[in-house]
Protein backbone atom coordinates (compact mmCIF):
# COMPACT_ATOMS: atom_id res chain seq x y z
CA UNK A 1 0.00 0.00 0.00
CA UNK A 2 2.97 2.51 0.59
CA UNK A 3 4.16 2.27 -2.99
CA UNK A 4 0.75 2.97 -4.28
CA UNK A 5 1.02 6.68 -1.88
CA UNK A 6 4.23 7.68 -4.41
CA UNK A 7 4.17 11.03 -6.04
CA UNK A 8 7.30 11.64 -7.47
CA UNK A 9 8.71 7.84 -8.07
CA UNK A 10 4.97 6.57 -9.16
CA UNK A 11 6.47 5.67 -12.76
CA UNK A 12 8.07 2.87 -11.00
CA UNK A 13 4.75 1.33 -10.51
CA UNK A 14 4.34 1.00 -14.65
CA UNK A 15 6.90 -1.87 -13.99
CA UNK A 16 4.56 -5.14 -14.21
CA UNK A 17 6.74 -6.43 -11.61
CA UNK A 18 6.88 -3.88 -8.83
CA UNK A 19 3.00 -3.21 -9.37
CA UNK A 20 2.64 -6.47 -8.20
CA UNK A 21 4.90 -6.43 -5.11
CA UNK A 22 2.73 -3.12 -4.25
CA UNK A 23 -0.87 -4.96 -4.99
CA UNK A 24 0.64 -8.84 -3.17
CA UNK A 25 -1.74 -8.67 -0.38
CA UNK A 26 -3.55 -11.94 -0.94
CA UNK A 27 -2.78 -15.24 -1.64
CA UNK A 28 -3.60 -14.75 -5.43
CA UNK A 29 -1.98 -11.43 -6.08
CA UNK A 30 1.11 -12.98 -4.59
CA UNK A 31 1.70 -16.05 -6.71
CA UNK A 32 1.44 -13.24 -9.63
CA UNK A 33 4.34 -11.41 -8.04
CA UNK A 34 6.28 -14.24 -7.77
CA UNK A 35 5.82 -15.10 -11.50
CA UNK A 36 6.41 -12.20 -12.75
CA UNK A 37 9.89 -11.88 -10.33
CA UNK A 38 10.59 -15.50 -11.35
CA UNK A 39 9.76 -14.43 -15.16
CA UNK A 40 12.65 -10.87 -14.77
CA UNK A 41 14.97 -13.66 -13.25
CA UNK A 42 14.82 -11.32 -10.09
CA UNK A 43 14.09 -14.13 -7.41
CA UNK A 44 17.91 -13.46 -5.75
CA UNK A 45 18.25 -10.08 -6.20
CA UNK A 46 14.68 -8.32 -5.99
CA UNK A 47 16.50 -5.30 -3.63
CA UNK A 48 18.40 -4.67 -6.32
CA UNK A 49 15.68 -4.72 -9.22
CA UNK A 50 13.60 -2.05 -7.17
CA UNK A 51 17.27 -0.11 -6.71
CA UNK A 52 17.90 0.25 -10.33
CA UNK A 53 14.04 0.90 -11.21
CA UNK A 54 14.33 4.12 -8.89
CA UNK A 55 17.80 4.75 -10.18
CA UNK A 56 16.91 4.96 -13.58
CA UNK A 57 13.37 6.60 -13.33
CA UNK A 58 12.48 9.59 -15.22
CA UNK A 59 11.20 12.43 -12.45
CA UNK A 60 11.04 15.91 -11.73
CA UNK A 61 13.84 15.47 -8.92
CA UNK A 62 16.39 13.31 -10.94
CA UNK A 63 15.54 15.72 -13.99
CA UNK A 64 16.23 18.76 -11.58
CA UNK A 65 19.33 17.16 -10.50
CA UNK A 66 20.74 16.34 -13.92
CA UNK A 67 20.13 20.17 -15.28
CA UNK A 68 20.88 21.47 -12.19
CA UNK A 69 18.15 23.62 -11.55
CA UNK A 70 17.02 24.05 -7.96
CA UNK A 71 14.91 21.51 -6.17
CA UNK A 72 11.57 23.25 -4.13
CA UNK A 73 11.64 21.99 -0.31
CA UNK A 74 8.20 20.41 -1.44
CA UNK A 75 9.83 18.22 -4.36
CA UNK A 76 12.96 16.93 -2.06
CA UNK A 77 10.42 16.21 0.96
CA UNK A 78 8.31 13.97 -1.56
CA UNK A 79 11.22 12.57 -2.97
CA UNK A 80 12.60 11.43 0.62
CA UNK A 81 9.35 10.71 1.47
CA UNK A 82 9.31 8.37 -1.40
CA UNK A 83 12.47 6.63 -0.96
CA UNK A 84 11.59 6.22 2.74
CA UNK A 85 8.38 4.40 1.36
CA UNK A 86 10.26 2.00 -0.90
CA UNK A 87 13.10 1.21 2.14
CA UNK A 88 10.01 0.29 4.04
CA UNK A 89 8.04 -2.08 1.49
CA UNK A 90 11.39 -3.97 1.09
CA UNK A 91 12.44 -4.28 4.72
CA UNK A 92 8.81 -5.04 5.93
CA UNK A 93 8.21 -8.12 2.61
CA UNK A 94 8.07 -11.55 3.62
CA UNK A 95 10.98 -13.82 2.01
CA UNK A 96 8.92 -16.38 0.96
CA UNK A 97 9.58 -17.60 -2.40
CA UNK A 98 12.61 -15.26 -3.08
CA UNK A 99 15.72 -13.31 -2.18
CA UNK A 100 15.86 -9.85 -1.52
CA UNK A 101 19.57 -10.05 -1.62
CA UNK A 102 21.40 -6.53 -1.24
CA UNK A 103 21.03 -3.40 -2.14
CA UNK A 104 23.48 -1.60 -4.48
CA UNK A 105 24.99 2.04 -3.82
CA UNK A 106 24.10 4.53 -3.83
CA UNK A 107 20.68 3.36 -3.08
CA UNK A 108 21.70 1.88 0.55
CA UNK A 109 19.77 3.41 3.51
CA UNK A 110 16.82 5.20 1.28
CA UNK A 111 17.09 8.27 3.30
CA UNK A 112 18.80 11.80 3.13
CA UNK A 113 22.56 10.81 2.37
CA UNK A 114 21.14 8.45 -0.55
CA UNK A 115 18.72 11.24 -1.70
CA UNK A 116 22.16 13.87 -1.52
CA UNK A 117 24.40 10.86 -3.38
CA UNK A 118 21.63 10.37 -6.04
CA UNK A 119 21.59 14.36 -6.62
CA UNK A 120 25.47 13.78 -7.73
CA UNK A 121 24.68 11.00 -9.87
CA UNK A 122 22.51 12.76 -11.63
CA UNK A 123 23.59 16.32 -12.21
CA UNK A 124 27.47 14.27 -12.74
CA UNK A 125 26.38 11.57 -15.35
CA UNK A 126 22.82 12.55 -16.49
CA UNK A 127 19.46 10.55 -15.67
CA UNK A 128 17.17 8.39 -16.35
CA UNK A 129 17.26 5.90 -19.44
CA UNK A 130 20.51 8.04 -20.16
CA UNK A 131 22.43 6.64 -16.90
CA UNK A 132 22.81 2.95 -18.40
CA UNK A 133 23.25 4.12 -22.30
CA UNK A 134 25.02 6.20 -24.40
CA UNK A 135 23.47 5.45 -27.83
CA UNK A 136 20.00 5.75 -29.19
CA UNK A 137 17.40 5.20 -32.19
CA UNK A 138 14.96 7.68 -33.14
CA UNK A 139 12.54 5.48 -34.03
CA UNK A 140 8.23 6.24 -33.80
CA UNK A 141 8.90 9.38 -31.64
CA UNK A 142 10.82 8.07 -28.81
CA UNK A 143 14.55 7.39 -28.39
CA UNK A 144 15.28 3.67 -28.16
CA UNK A 145 18.03 2.07 -26.29
CA UNK A 146 21.27 0.48 -28.33
CA UNK A 147 21.71 -2.49 -26.22
CA UNK A 148 25.01 -3.20 -27.95
CA UNK A 149 26.59 0.15 -29.29
CA UNK A 150 30.39 0.36 -30.49
CA UNK A 151 33.06 0.39 -27.69
CA UNK A 152 35.72 1.57 -30.19
CA UNK A 153 37.61 4.33 -29.02
CA UNK A 154 40.24 6.98 -30.25
CA UNK A 155 43.29 4.45 -29.42
CA UNK A 156 41.91 1.52 -31.41
CA UNK A 157 41.67 4.19 -34.37
CA UNK A 158 44.72 3.98 -36.66
CA UNK A 159 45.82 6.95 -39.12
CA UNK A 160 44.06 9.78 -39.92
CA UNK A 161 45.28 11.51 -37.16
CA UNK A 162 45.02 15.09 -38.52
CA UNK A 163 41.14 14.52 -39.35
CA UNK A 164 40.28 12.54 -36.05
CA UNK A 165 41.75 16.02 -34.31
CA UNK A 166 39.58 18.31 -36.45
CA UNK A 167 36.72 16.28 -35.12
CA UNK A 168 37.72 15.94 -32.05
CA UNK A 169 38.16 20.08 -31.11
CA UNK A 170 34.70 20.42 -32.49
CA UNK A 171 33.22 17.95 -30.24
CA UNK A 172 35.06 19.31 -27.08
CA UNK A 173 34.25 22.53 -28.05
CA UNK A 174 30.12 21.38 -28.02
CA UNK A 175 31.04 19.75 -24.52
CA UNK A 176 32.22 22.52 -23.22
CA UNK A 177 29.33 24.76 -23.90
CA UNK A 178 31.67 27.00 -26.70
CA UNK A 179 30.51 27.87 -30.07
CA UNK A 180 30.72 24.52 -32.11
CA UNK A 181 29.66 23.63 -35.99
CA UNK A 182 27.45 20.92 -37.45
CA UNK A 183 29.63 18.48 -39.05
CA UNK A 184 29.80 16.37 -42.30
CA UNK A 185 32.34 13.56 -42.28
CA UNK A 186 32.72 12.16 -46.50
CA UNK A 187 34.93 10.13 -48.09
CA UNK A 188 35.25 6.35 -49.51
CA UNK A 189 34.24 4.01 -47.66
CA UNK A 190 35.93 2.09 -44.75
CA UNK A 191 37.86 5.22 -44.19
CA UNK A 192 36.42 5.06 -40.67
CA UNK A 193 34.22 7.77 -40.83
CA UNK A 194 31.74 6.38 -38.38
CA UNK A 195 33.82 4.78 -36.14
CA UNK A 196 35.51 8.53 -35.61
CA UNK A 197 31.71 9.38 -34.67
CA UNK A 198 31.38 6.23 -32.17
CA UNK A 199 34.66 6.87 -30.51
CA UNK A 200 34.17 11.17 -29.92
CA UNK A 201 30.82 9.95 -27.97
CA UNK A 202 32.56 7.05 -26.29
CA UNK A 203 35.40 9.65 -25.12
CA UNK A 204 32.57 11.75 -23.80
CA UNK A 205 30.08 10.09 -22.77
CA UNK A 206 31.12 10.70 -19.01
CA UNK A 207 30.63 14.57 -20.17
CA UNK A 208 26.63 13.22 -20.15
CA UNK A 209 27.24 13.10 -24.14
CA UNK A 210 24.98 10.59 -26.05
CA UNK A 211 25.07 10.07 -29.47
CA UNK A 212 21.16 9.77 -31.13
CA UNK A 213 20.57 7.97 -34.50
CA UNK A 214 18.34 8.68 -37.04
CA UNK A 215 17.77 6.71 -40.03
CA UNK A 216 18.78 8.52 -43.67
CA UNK A 217 15.32 7.60 -44.46
CA UNK A 218 13.65 9.22 -41.35
CA UNK A 219 15.23 12.82 -41.74
CA UNK A 220 12.28 14.99 -42.21
CA UNK A 221 11.39 13.73 -38.47
CA UNK A 222 14.97 15.98 -37.61
CA UNK A 223 12.97 19.09 -36.48
CA UNK A 224 10.31 16.90 -34.30
CA UNK A 225 13.75 15.58 -32.98
CA UNK A 226 15.31 18.38 -32.24
CA UNK A 227 12.59 19.29 -30.43
CA UNK A 228 12.31 16.17 -28.32
CA UNK A 229 15.82 17.05 -27.19
CA UNK A 230 16.02 20.72 -26.79
CA UNK A 231 14.44 19.98 -23.13
CA UNK A 232 16.76 17.14 -21.64
CA UNK A 233 19.07 18.41 -19.69
CA UNK A 234 22.45 16.65 -21.57
CA UNK A 235 24.61 16.65 -25.05
CA UNK A 236 23.64 15.02 -27.55
CA UNK A 237 24.82 13.92 -31.26
CA UNK A 238 22.59 13.23 -34.04
CA UNK A 239 23.89 11.27 -36.07
CA UNK A 240 22.88 10.42 -39.98
CA UNK A 241 24.97 7.77 -40.97
CA UNK A 242 26.04 7.07 -45.06
CA UNK A 243 23.90 10.08 -46.23
CA UNK A 244 23.18 10.56 -49.90
CA UNK A 245 19.51 12.42 -51.51
CA UNK A 246 18.06 12.87 -54.58
CA UNK A 247 17.85 16.20 -55.84
CA UNK A 248 13.97 16.04 -56.13
CA UNK A 249 13.68 14.76 -52.36
CA UNK A 250 12.17 16.63 -49.79
CA UNK A 251 14.31 15.67 -48.22
CA UNK A 252 16.69 18.46 -48.82
CA UNK A 253 14.83 21.78 -47.82
CA UNK A 254 14.23 19.73 -44.08
CA UNK A 255 18.07 19.02 -43.91
CA UNK A 256 19.00 23.17 -44.51
CA UNK A 257 16.45 23.98 -41.97
CA UNK A 258 17.44 21.78 -39.13
CA UNK A 259 21.44 22.98 -40.23
CA UNK A 260 20.17 26.50 -39.30
CA UNK A 261 18.42 27.74 -41.59
CA UNK A 262 15.03 27.95 -39.62
CA UNK A 263 13.16 30.49 -37.22
CA UNK A 264 14.57 27.75 -34.38
CA UNK A 265 18.18 28.19 -35.11
CA UNK A 266 20.65 26.13 -33.20
CA UNK A 267 19.65 24.17 -30.59
CA UNK A 268 22.34 24.23 -28.07
CA UNK A 269 22.33 20.80 -26.91
CA UNK A 270 22.40 19.43 -30.81
CA UNK A 271 24.92 18.72 -32.62
CA UNK A 272 24.20 17.24 -36.16
CA UNK A 273 26.52 15.25 -37.86
CA UNK A 274 26.39 13.14 -40.90
CA UNK A 275 28.65 10.71 -43.14
CA UNK A 276 28.63 10.27 -46.77
CA UNK A 277 30.64 9.18 -49.66
CA UNK A 278 30.02 12.49 -51.52
CA UNK A 279 31.59 15.96 -50.37
CA UNK A 280 28.00 17.07 -52.15
CA UNK A 281 25.11 15.19 -50.46
CA UNK A 282 22.65 15.32 -53.26
CA UNK A 283 22.82 13.43 -56.20
CA UNK A 284 22.61 15.40 -58.81
CA UNK A 285 21.20 14.44 -62.36
CA UNK A 286 22.60 16.00 -65.15
CA UNK A 287 19.52 15.97 -67.37
CA UNK A 288 17.34 18.01 -65.00
CA UNK A 289 20.41 20.70 -64.70
CA UNK A 290 19.92 20.92 -68.45
CA UNK A 291 16.25 21.33 -68.27
CA UNK A 292 16.08 23.88 -65.03
CA UNK A 293 15.33 27.53 -66.56
CA UNK A 294 17.51 28.60 -64.04
CA UNK A 295 20.15 26.37 -64.03
CA UNK A 296 22.71 28.21 -62.02
CA UNK A 297 20.25 28.73 -59.14
CA UNK A 298 18.95 24.98 -59.23
CA UNK A 299 22.92 23.71 -58.90
CA UNK A 300 23.51 26.55 -56.01
CA UNK A 301 20.59 25.35 -54.12
CA UNK A 302 21.71 21.87 -54.11
CA UNK A 303 25.49 22.73 -53.26
CA UNK A 304 24.39 25.19 -50.02
CA UNK A 305 22.97 21.98 -48.42
CA UNK A 306 26.31 20.65 -47.74
CA UNK A 307 27.79 24.10 -46.76
CA UNK A 308 25.08 24.54 -44.16
CA UNK A 309 27.88 22.04 -42.16
CA UNK A 310 29.93 24.56 -40.02
CA UNK A 311 32.89 22.01 -40.41
CA UNK A 312 33.81 19.62 -43.40
CA UNK A 313 36.14 17.00 -42.83
CA UNK A 314 37.62 14.75 -45.42
CA UNK A 315 38.70 11.04 -45.73
CA UNK A 316 41.00 10.00 -48.00
CA UNK A 317 41.20 6.69 -49.42
CA UNK A 318 44.57 5.45 -48.25
CA UNK A 319 47.53 4.78 -50.31
CA UNK A 320 50.21 1.98 -49.35
CA UNK A 321 51.91 3.61 -46.82
CA UNK A 322 49.38 4.31 -44.82
CA UNK A 323 47.88 1.01 -45.16
CA UNK A 324 50.75 -0.71 -44.01
CA UNK A 325 51.25 1.84 -41.21
CA UNK A 326 47.91 0.90 -40.30
CA UNK A 327 48.43 -3.18 -40.48
CA UNK A 328 51.92 -2.57 -38.04
CA UNK A 329 49.77 -0.82 -35.44
CA UNK A 330 46.50 -3.18 -35.32
CA UNK A 331 49.16 -6.29 -35.68
CA UNK A 332 51.14 -4.93 -32.82
CA UNK A 333 47.85 -4.29 -30.50
CA UNK A 334 47.07 -7.96 -31.30
CA UNK A 335 50.50 -9.08 -30.67
CA UNK A 336 50.76 -10.89 -33.93
CA UNK A 337 53.81 -13.12 -34.16
CA UNK A 338 54.10 -12.92 -38.31
CA UNK A 339 57.24 -11.07 -39.61
CA UNK A 340 56.28 -8.17 -40.34
CA UNK A 341 57.78 -8.62 -44.16
CA UNK A 342 55.20 -11.38 -44.46
CA UNK A 343 52.35 -9.70 -42.57
CA UNK A 344 52.81 -6.19 -45.45
CA UNK A 345 52.98 -8.60 -48.33
CA UNK A 346 50.48 -11.00 -47.23
CA UNK A 347 48.17 -7.31 -46.51
CA UNK A 348 48.82 -6.23 -49.85
CA UNK A 349 47.57 -9.49 -51.41
CA UNK A 350 44.34 -8.74 -49.30
CA UNK A 351 43.76 -5.13 -50.59
CA UNK A 352 43.65 -6.31 -54.32
CA UNK A 353 41.98 -9.39 -53.84
CA UNK A 354 39.30 -7.52 -51.98
CA UNK A 355 39.08 -4.44 -54.00
CA UNK A 356 41.47 -1.58 -51.97
CA UNK A 357 43.26 -0.16 -49.18
CA UNK A 358 41.37 1.46 -46.55
CA UNK A 359 41.34 1.05 -42.85
CA UNK A 360 38.45 -1.15 -42.68
CA UNK A 361 40.21 -3.80 -44.87
CA UNK A 362 43.40 -3.59 -42.61
CA UNK A 363 41.42 -4.19 -39.22
CA UNK A 364 39.87 -7.54 -41.32
CA UNK A 365 43.07 -8.56 -42.26
CA UNK A 366 44.90 -8.46 -39.23
CA UNK A 367 41.43 -10.12 -37.29
CA UNK A 368 41.95 -12.68 -40.14
CA UNK A 369 45.56 -13.07 -39.52
CA UNK A 370 45.01 -13.66 -35.72
CA UNK A 371 42.62 -16.12 -35.67
CA UNK A 372 44.93 -18.17 -37.83
CA UNK A 373 47.69 -17.51 -35.58
CA UNK A 374 45.50 -18.96 -32.53
CA UNK A 375 44.94 -21.84 -34.60
CA UNK A 376 48.27 -22.51 -35.85
CA UNK A 377 47.22 -22.39 -39.19
CA UNK A 378 49.02 -20.91 -42.54
CA UNK A 379 47.74 -17.36 -43.11
CA UNK A 380 46.65 -18.56 -46.62
CA UNK A 381 45.01 -15.31 -48.35
Known amino acids: MKLNSLTVLYKILNDPLIAAFADADGKKSRTQFLRKLYEAGAETRFAAYIADAVLTD ?57 LRRLALLYRRHGYGRFLYHNAFRFRGGDLVPILSPSEVSLKGLKG ?25 LYGDRGTGKSSTVHAMVNLFADRKLRLVEIAKENV ?68 SRMNSVHMGDSEEELLSLSDRFGITVLFAATNKETYLSIIRAVAADRGLKTPTDTLEALAERWALVRGGRSPRRARQFVDYAYACEQKGREIDV
Request: with cysteine; proline share 5%.
Open 58 to 114: ENAFSRAAAAQTPVSPFLRKAFLDDLDAVGEALSSCEEDGFMLGKTPSPLTGWNENT
Open 160 to 184: YEHEKNAVRDNFENFVNGLPYADML
Open 220 to 287: LALPELKTRLADEPMKFVVFIDDFSLQESDDRVSTLKAALQGSMEGHVGNVMIVATSNRRHIVEENFS
